[in-house]
Every structure is written in structure tokens, then in C-alpha cells.
Nanobody, 116 residues
């Protein structure tokens, strides 16, 4: 089970840190990803991190602003979001998978609202 938290309302330029807690599974067995879905839009990839945190990926739209990290001992994955923009407003989801293109477990999302 995955549970994302840390969403909220923030002004443009602000920061938030999302957390994803995993229970019932060994987090280190999975590649972890963050996705988001804005109102009226399809879900899109945001960031991902390999099992040992040796490699990360980011969508172009968040590169340089967002940082993904994980703590396998705590079964946690994080998404530090800085310099937030209005267009970052979305429901953010964490997911676990076996490959960067194969996510099999999803948790309920957490809403991030960025205002001017």
C-alpha cells in the first residue's frame, strides 16, 4: 500500500515536500515514481528513482526545481518541490514498479495547489 501526503496550498515560488509511505511491501524492491494529474488533463510522469537511488529521472517541466529521493530503511519516498509554478497544480501520485515504464502499484493522490 502506498500513501502520498504533504500536499497543500502554496504561493507561486514556494516549496512543498511530498512524502510517500509504503506499507506491506519491501520498498527497496521497486523503482518509485511520482506522477501528477492536473484538472482536465491526463496523468503525466514527474520523476522516478531507481531501487538504490543511484539514478533519477525528471520530466523536463520540473528539472532543476524538483528533487526525488528515497529512504528504503523507512520505506519512504520524497519529492521536494521548489520554485513552484501555477502549472504545477495537480493531484500527485506515487507509484511503485519494476521498470521506469512499468508501474504496478499506485496510491491515492495528494493535492497540490499553487496560487499567484
Amino acid at each position: 500500500q502506498l500513501q502520498a501526503s504533504g500536499g497543500g496550498s502554496v504561493q507561486a515560488g514556494g516549496s512543498l515536500r511530498l512524502s510517500c509511505a509504503a506499507s506491506g511491501r519491501t520498498l527497496s524492491s521497486y523503482i518509485m515514481g511520482w506522477f501528477r494529474q492536473a484538472p482536465g488533463k491526463e496523468r503525466e510522469f514527474v520523476s522516478a528513482i531507481t531501487r538504490s537511488a543511484g539514478s533519477t529521472r525528471y520530466a523536463d517541466s520540473v528539472k532543476g526545481r524538483f528533487t526525488i529521493s528515497r529512504d528504503n530503511a523507512k520505506s519512504m519516498v520524497y519529492l521536494q518541490m521548489n520554485s513552484l509554478k501555477l502549472e504545477d497544480t495537480a493531484v500527485y501520485y506515487c507509484a511503485a514498479g519494476f521498470d521506469f515504464d512499468e508501474y504496478v502499484y499506485w496510491g491515492p493522490g495528494t493535492l497540490v495547489t499553487v496560487s499567484s
